[in-house]
């Protein structure tokens, strides 16, 4: 008989079987964040306390703040122009500091005018 037909194919004494190489390196992975794990349902997550509202006083004395809050004091309130030169700042950060800060951080209420095609600002006391 041969070797074909019993099936020990490379089974004689003179062949050697080769060696093989092991991996030296991990498995490669793909370059992202690993997952979150799942939430657990019926968790919440832990609220903030609110931080307390500053009042019209709380201004630093000599910040921006303080001297937009003493121009919109004034009797006939002040102009967006006047309060652009006085804070160096744009119009639409001025908008945003009034409806931000001024009006829901400090509580304060301020009035909005526009006459002569300039818009002013006062503070009602």
């Known amino acids: 008989m041969t070797t074909e037909e019993t099936g020990a194919a ?7 079987p080769k060696a093989r ?12 964040a690993p997952k979150r794990p ?5 968790a919440k997550a832990a609220k903030k306390a609110p931080k307390p509202a500053k ?3 709380e201004a630093r004395e000599g910040s921006k ?3 937009i809050l003493d121009l919109l004091k004034r009797p006939g309130g002040v102009t967006l ?4 030169k006085v804070a160096d700042w744009q119009a639409h950060s001025i908008r945003g500091f009034i409806s931000g800060t001024l009006v829901k951080k ?5 009035v909005s005018t526009k006459a002569d095609g300039q818009r ?3 503070v009602k006391a």
């Open 21 to 32: 190489k092991k991996a030296t390196a991990g498995q490669k992975r793909a370059h992202v």
């Open 81 to 84: 122009a006047e309060i652009m």
């Open 10 to 16: 490379g089974a004689s004494g003179s062949e050697k």
């Open 120 to 122: 002013t600002y006062a």
């Open 106 to 110: 400090m509580g304060l209420s301020v």
């Open 55 to 57: 009042k019209a006083d």
């Open 38 to 42: 799942k939430a657990v349902p019926g």
């Open 65 to 67: 703040t303080a001297r």
